[in-house]
Each structure stands twice: as structure tokens, then as C-alpha cells.
């Protein structure tokens, strides 16, 4: 069953920070994030496991809270290069991924 | 590294014709996927192998879909009688052991039947 990701696009100023937020019905064992620009394949950004941990990669940072089985990804001080579609995808009994449907973030100068 | 690559990146077809695309994983590499997307979605599950075999198969995936993955090496993915609705970009991933499945996408293969 496909996570629920919201908003479904945001648009930034360069510095300017956003939350991307995900959350499943299902009990989860994992959530993972990717970006994908425009024409290209979704690269990795980062795991979170169960624990409520926090994690970063570079100014981007994310949380996840096994109770409430959502996850949420924070863009600090956006810069242009941040511009793109950003995925959850999480991982419950089995090896697979199930997708959320995006997330598309624009930063302008 | 080289990555993962898939072939072709596009293809063109006419409704009814058969179709296959190839993926070659990264190489110590146990796990692929493959995923289908489509605009404005996120990828869609459609088959993992580990090794050579095939342990999940997505039950949206109808019988005109197959893949195999001889030898545990590369993949392939046919669709027979390609309808219009199958118009999608064709992702394949690779992911290792211990890895919690971080997934290493192929640039896809997209897929317009006319």
C-alpha cells in the first residue's frame, strides 16, 4: 500500500526551508528517501530505521516516528541545486518498496 | 561502478508488439527490482529478484508481463501485446546485502505504445 505524501509541490526562495511529509497506514520496519530530477533516475538520499531517528545529508534532514508511522524531511536553507521530486518509499515486512506519489519542490534565486 | 544500465532508454512500439527490455545490475549486486512509473507518480512495484529467482511479483502485473533473471546476473522484462496503457518510463534497481535495501536506480527505459 502506497505511503501518502503532502504537500504535493512546493515552491522556495533560495534559504528558505520546507517539510515533506509521509506517512502509511502500515506498521513500518523502514523509510527511505530519494530525489529524482527531471528526466533522470531517483537517487538515494537516506534510510531511517525504526528508533525515531534523525538523520542528515548535507542541509537536508529527516525524522521518523515508528508510533505514528509517518516520516518527515526537512529542506534547511534551500539552494537551487534541492530543486526536484522527492520520493518516500517504505519498506515493511519484506524487501520491497512502496512509493508515495512525490513531492515536487522548486527553489528560485 | 559503473552503475545500473538499462537498455534501450526509449522505445517506440505499435499496440500488439512484444517488447524487452534489459537491466544489468551493479555487479555484487544479489537483489533487482523493477518498477514502472508513470507522470506524475511515483514508481509503481512490479517484480524483485534475488539471485536468479523471482520472489515477489506485483499482482497489478498482468500476464502479458514477465521477467527473468537467468543466472543472477541481468534482467530482462518482456511485455507481450503491448496495449496503450502500458506507456510508462521502465525502472530497474539493484540493492546488496546489509544494504536495508538502498536501491541504485538505472535511468529506465520508456516505453510509448501507439
Known amino acids: 500500500q502506497q505511503p501518502v505524501q503532502s504537500p504535493q509541490a512546493v515552491i522556495l526562495r533560495e534559504g528558505e526551508d520546507a517539510v515533506i511529509n509521509c506517512s502509511s497506514s502500515?506498521?513500518?520496519?523502514?523509510v527511505h528517501w530519494y530525489r529524482q530530477k527531471h528526466g533522470e533516475a531517483p537517487v538515494f538520499l537516506m534510510i531511517l530505521l525504526k528508533g525515531g531517528e534523525q538523520k542528515g545529508h548535507d542541509k537536508i534532514s529527516a525524522s521518523f516516528n515508528e508510533k505514528k508511522q509517518q516520516s518527515s524531511l526537512y529542506l534547511t536553507a534551500s539552494q537551487l541545486s534541492y530543486s526536484g521530486t522527492y520520493f518516500c518509499?517504505?519498506?515493511?515486512?519484506?524487501?520491497?518498496?512502496?512509493f508515495g506519489a512525490g513531492t515536487t519542490v522548486t527553489v528560485r534565486a | 561502478d559503473t552503475g545500473v544500465s538499462q537498455d534501450p532508454r526509449h522505445k517506440i512500439t505499435k499496440r500488439g508488439q512484444n517488447v524487452t527490455f534489459r537491466c544489468d545490475p551493479i555487479s555484487e549486486h544479489n537483489r533487482l527490482y523493477w518498477y514502472r512509473q508513470t507522470l506524475g507518480q511515483g514508481p509503481e512495484f512490479l517484480t524483485y529478484?534475488?539471485?536468479?529467482?523471482?520472489?515477489?511479483k506485483s499482482r497489478l502485473l498482468s500476464d502479458r508481463f514477465s521477467a527473468e533473471r537467468p543466472k543472477g546476473s541481468f534482467s530482462t522484462l518482456e511485455i507481450q501485446r503491448t496495449e496503450q496503457g502500458d506507456s510508462a518510463m521502465y525502472l530497474c534497481?539493484?540493492?546488496?546485502?546489509?544494504?536495508?535495501?538502498?536501491?541504485?536506480f538505472g535511468s529506465g527505459t520508456q516505453l510509448s505504445v501507439l
Open positions: 534497481a539493484s540493492s546488496f546485502p546489509g544494504s536495508n535495501e538502498k536501491l541504485f
Open positions: 502500515k506498521a513500518l520496519y523502514s
Open positions: 529478484f534475488q539471485n536468479e529467482a523471482q520472489l515477489e
Open positions: 518509499g517504505i519498506r515493511s515486512n519484506d524487501y520491497k518498496l512502496s
